[in-house]
């Protein structure tokens, strides 16, 4: 759907957990923009021990979109 709008996009599922994963996927892909889901603004334990909150996901050095 996003390619059909004239979008460049993709998915990938990382072998790191939590924002290590997402910040190899950027360098991999050489992502200019993440987009989360608005979940990500109460993660659940689990979550946070992964170092999937909101303020670790913003440093991995590109802009961090939340969808809502």
Same mark, same amino acid.
């Given at each position: 759907? $996003?390619?059909?709008?004239?979008?460049?996009? @993709?998915?990938?599922?990382?072998?790191? $957990?939590?924002?290590?994963? =997402? $910040?190899? $996927?950027?360098?991999?892909?050489? @992502?200019?923009? !993440?987009?989360?889901? @608005?979940?990500?603004?109460?993660?659940? =334990?689990?979550?946070?021990?992964?170092?999937?909150?909101?303020?670790?996901?913003?440093? =991995? @050095?590109?802009?961090? !979109?939340?969808?809502?």
């Amino acid at each position: 759907a $996003a390619k059909a709008l004239g979008v460049d996009a @993709g998915g990938w599922c990382p072998v790191r $957990a939590g924002s290590d994963g =997402i $910040a190899e $996927a950027v360098k991999r892909f050489d @992502g200019s923009v !993440v987009v989360l889901p @608005g979940t990500v603004r109460q993660p659940s =334990i689990a979550e946070r021990l992964r170092g999937m909150t909101l303020g670790t996901l913003e440093q =991995i @050095g590109v802009p961090v !979109v939340v969808a809502e």
